[in-house]
Structure formats: C-alpha cells, structure tokens
C-alpha cells in the first residue's frame, strides 16, 4: 500500500469502516512505515482526547433565547432595508421637486440658450463629411436635426 493510499483510508480504518482485505493491509503498512504509523497514532490522539472534552451543560430556555434573537436581528435588517429605500426614494423626489421648481434645467430660457449656443460653436464635421453622412441618416434623424436648427432662429 503506498502512503497516499493509507491517508485516504485511515479515518475509514480507525472508525472500522473498511473491508478485511484493506484492513490487512493498512495493518501491514502501519507496521511497516514510520510516517503512516506516527500519523495514525496522531489521529487516535485527537481522537481519545477529544472525548475527554466535556461539553457545557446548556439551559432549556438557551436554543429557544437563541432561535429569538436571530429572527428578531433578521427582522430588524428587513425594516432597515424598507427604510434605506423609503428614504433615497425621498431625497430623490425631493431633488427633482427643487429642479422643476426653481426651473434651473427645464425653463425655456435655458433650452433657447443652449440651442443657440450649439449654432453658435464650429461644427467638429466639414461640410462634406456632413453630406457624406446624411445618405447614411434616417429621414426621421435629418428632420430632427433640420427641426432643431431651424427652431431656434
């Protein structure tokens, strides 16, 4: 049996898991090498030791006081997810509320300026490559863009 084997099977082997003939055979190898030997008496250590530990009695109410507090702590994250969304709801429509009412994007002074100032800028296109490109344009498009240039004089 070789060592990867063994290690594979030796928990199997301690809890009396395995058939006769790999029984035997993991017998023959702990007697045989050092490492597997030394690693099987490590793991009947653990073993025996940690049926020494004695486990803390608990009180009745313990699970139940538990079982409480979860579901009160799992509760409590539910209302503070409602609350983080009720309140960016909130700021959002107030924000929208201030800008529609202080009419800083939507007056029409405004759109009128911005309009103009577009006309007003050097195109990034020539002529050329703007003819060019219109072939290639919608009818819907280029009346959207004749709409816009002509509106705003």
């Known amino acids: ?12 082997f301690i809890d009396d898991k395995t058939n006769i003939l790999e029984k035997e055979k993991i017998e023959q190898h702990i007697e045989e090498c050092e490492k597997c030997r030394n690693l099987y008496m490590d793991f009947i250590f653990i073993l025996n030791m940690s049926k020494k530990i004695e486990l803390p009695k608990l009180s009745e109410d313990y699970w139940k006081s538990s079982i409480k507090s979860i579901f009160e702590e799992k509760n409590s994250i539910k209302f503070l997810k409602v609350a983080y969304v009720a309140v960016s709801f909130f700021i959002l429509f107030s924000i929208t509320l201030f800008l529609m009412k202080s009419n800083i994007y939507f007056s029409k002074e405004n759109v009128l300026i911005n309009k103009l100032d577009l006309l007003n800028h050097e195109l990034p296109f020539s002529e050329e490559e703007i003819i060019d490109n219109v072939d290639y344009m919608k009818e819907e498009e280029i009346e959207n863009v004749l709409e816009l240039v002509f509106e705003s004089f």
């Open 1 to 12: 049996m070789r060592c990867k084997d063994f290690e594979k099977k030796v928990l199997d």
